[in-house]
């Protein structure tokens, strides 16, 4: 794949029967092997860490209201996960429970961990490209649309690729991807996309949440249409970006709930 970098992945090799809800041992349902692209971290090479010259424009001006909630969300953004925090802790051990209520986590560190689709044993050494704010989204999508984020943990729907992308590193990649598309960075947006983004976000503040779930949802359709399997990834994550511009400054849409891959979600 020509948009390849260094670094590792895992990919998950999916068995037909995928991951049962009921079953208390889930390492039997699926293999792990280790390849060579770059799938985390601020040396992504896909389309996340890549700024096109047609984004480059001159800044918009905000509402006061809209840059409170930049700040808010760039305070959120610039949060490392910790492994020594308490806070962090509990939110990683949330999500666990969230997404295998039968079955008890033995421990921060451990190899049920990779039953998500993290590179290792240890999830916080994967945090490193979206920061605790990945965590976040992550428990947000389970939370709020549980029967999603369940029908792609555990690869559920459509016609499944026999080696799939690794869930959780994934939704740290849809995190990274987002902050890079919308220059949440920046003091102000440079591309009108951002700055539509913020007018989403100024009524309501938990907008990227919202987005970070339409937009994962969205890739995994896009997965599926493609046929694609786990060296596609970036190609995937780069038509799921076009689609969600396309879809973000469409005219007629005033709220995130009215974009079209909105519908994908199911509560």
């Not at 999500?95 to 008890?104: G, I, K, Q, S």
Request: aromatic share 10%; hydrophobic share 40%.
């Amino acid at each position: 794949m020509d948009d390849r970098g260094g670094g590792s992945f895992v990919a998950v090799r999916r068995i037909s029967q995928g991951l049962e809800r009921g079953n208390t041992c889930h390492s039997s349902s699926a293999e792990v092997v280790a390849g060579s692209a770059a799938w985390l971290g601020r040396g992504l090479s896909c389309v996340c860490a890549q700024r096109r010259e047609s984004d480059a424009r001159s800044s918009f001006d905000l509402t006061s209201a809209q840059e409170e909630c930049l700040l808010r969300l760039q305070n959120r953004i610039d949060i490392a996960y910790d492994s020594s925090i308490l806070e962090h802790q509990e939110a990683l051990r949330a999500l666990w429970n969230v997404a295998f209520p039968e079955e008890e986590l033995r421990g921060l560190i451990s190899e049920q961990w990779k039953e998500m689709g993290w590179q290792g044993k240890d999830p916080s050494t994967d945090f490193r490209g979206g920061g605790f704010i990945s965590l976040e989204n992550l428990l947000f999508f389970a939370r709020n649309f549980p029967k999603s984020f369940q029908d792609l943990l555990r690869k559920q729907e459509g016609d499944r690729s026999l080696w799939e992308y690794p869930f959780a590193v994934a939704g740290v990649n849809i995190t990274f991807m987002l902050i890079q598309m919308l220059d949440l960075e920046a003091v102000k947006p440079r591309t009108l996309v951002g700055a539509t983004f913020l007018k989403f976000l100024a009524e309501n503040d938990s907008a990227f949440d919202i987005l970070y779930c339409i937009t994962f949802k969205l890739m995994d359709h896009e997965w599926l249409a493609m046929r694609a399997s786990y060296m596609d990834f970036n190609t995937v994550m780069k038509a799921t970006r076009r689609q969600l511009e396309k879809e973000l400054l469409a005219e007629d849409i005033s709220r995130l709930e009215e974009l079209p891959s909105y519908g994908l979600l199911n509560q």
